[in-house]
Antibody, heavy 122, light 107 residues
Framework: QVQLQESGPGLVKPSQTLSLTCTVS??????????WSWVRQHPGKGLEWIGY???????YYNPSLKSRVTISGDTSKNQFSLKLRSVTAADTAVYYC??????????????WGQGTLVTVSS | DIQMTQSPSSLSASVGDRVTITCRAS??????LAWFQQRPGKAPKSLIY???SLQSGVPPKFSGSGSGTDFTLTISSLQPEDFATYFCQQYNTFPRTFGQGTKVEIK
């Protein structure tokens, strides 16, 4: 059973960098076959895909956030991380890490973390 | 980006009712369409993928159909645990995009 767990500060000041880590158990982020992804949900709103890391090295981002986002992986800890720079109040959201599938015949987003609320405020 | 539009945004139904939610893609996505259920304060849960394939462990009261641009999720015989918000999502291309959600409430 794959499990994902987000961790990181719940409060970030405007203009600073939001940093979150997702720890994966029951599966390896370096095994291939999956996009290890970040998704966010603004309060009371829909879901926004942020990006993924694949095979611990290749990352791809939503063009709407690309200039501010970095997703990286640490295979020794089986973790992947999100950094979002120059945050504003509009980045206040619940951030989820999730597993997406490379093969389109597979199940997309079959495992999710429980989510972590990050508030941007001074 | 492919825009996903769900309707209705919300609906009220009674226990035992059959409900249908629709999702329309702004361009063809073949059958690369997934449905998720989200209860308050919880992460989304995968229900259906490939437009009509039931995720493991999901009861068959959930069913999906469609291809191309128009899709539906049907829940037969609503139970109390089914009152939640439902999202569609396309995985034909990147960026992955989601519908805005349909909240199913108790009448």
């Amino acid at each position: 059973q794959v499990q994902l767990q987000e961790s990181g500060p719940g409060l970030v000041k405007p203009s600073q960098t939001l940093s979150l880590t997702c720890t994966v158990s029951g599966g390896s982020i370096s095994s291939g076959g999956y996009y290890w992804s970040w998704v966010r949900q603004h309060p009371g709103k829909g879901l926004e895909w942020i990006g993924y890391i694949y095979n611990s090295g290749f990352a791809y981002y939503n063009p709407s956030l690309k200039s501010r986002v970095t997703i990286s992986g640490d295979t020794s800890k089986n973790q992947f991380s999100l950094k979002l720079r120059s945050v504003t109040a509009a980045d206040t959201a619940v951030y989820y890490c999730a597993r997406d599938s490379v093969g389109q015949w597979e199940v997309p987003f079959d495992y999710w973390g429980q989510g972590t609320l990050v508030t941007v405020s001074s | 980006d492919i825009q996903m539009t769900q309707s209705p945004s919300s609906l009220s139904a009674s226990v035992g009712d059959r409900v249908t939610i629709t999702c329309r893609a702004s361009q063809g996505i073949s059958n690369y369409l997934a449905w998720f259920q989200q209860r308050p304060g919880k992460a989304p849960k995968s229900l259906i993928y490939a437009a009509s394939s039931l995720q493991s462990g999901v009861p068959p009261k959930f069913s999906g159909s469609g291809s191309g641009t128009d899709f539906t999720l049907t829940i037969s015989s609503l139970q109390p645990e089914d009152f939640a918000t439902y999202f569609c999502q396309q995985y034909n291309t990147f960026p992955r995009t989601f519908g805005q959600g349909t909240k199913v409430e108790i009448k």
